[in-house]
Nanobody
Framework: QVLLVESGGGSVQPGGSLRLACTFS????????MAWFRQAPGKEREAVAS????????YADSMKDRFTSISRDNAKNSLSLLMNNLRPDDSAMYYC?????????????????WGQGTQVTVSS
């Protein structure tokens, strides 16, 4: 059974940066495409960025100028996301997701496994 555990969330001031991390266990990590999603209270979950099992990356248009670095380390079964210039409207629960091999996707239904999330709060 695939297990995803996120970390790295927290409170940060506007303009600050955070690096989120996700650890994967339960199967062969390199076979999976991975992604980050987020959900703010009262809003639908939305894609942030994706990285395929082949390393191809995709970013949500609204965030690609600030959330520029999704990366994976197959040797460490880990995924990370660097978020820069954070704004209050970036406050949300951020989820790690794992899906089939391939180039990945920004579609929520592509991903079968989900972590419990890590909270990001941006405020002054």
């Amino acid at each position: 059974q695939v297990l995803l555990v996120e970390s790295g969330g927290g409170s940060v001031q506007p303009g600050g940066s955070l690096r989120l991390a996700c650890t994967f266990s339960g199967d062969i990590y390199s076979r999976y495409s991975m992604a980050w999603f987020r959900q703010a209270p009262g809003k639908e979950r939305e894609a942030v960025a994706s990285i395929g099992s082949n390393g191809i990356t995709s970013y949500a248009d609204s965030m690609k100028d600030r959330f520029t670095s999704i990366s994976r380390d197959n040797a460490k079964n880990s995924l990370s996301l660097l978020m820069n210039n954070l704004r209050p409207d970036d406050s949300a629960m951020y989820y790690c997701a794992a899906g089939p091999s391939g180039r990945g996707s920004l579609r929520e239904d592509w991903f079968k496994y989900w972590g419990q999330g890590t909270q990001v709060t941006v405020s002054s």
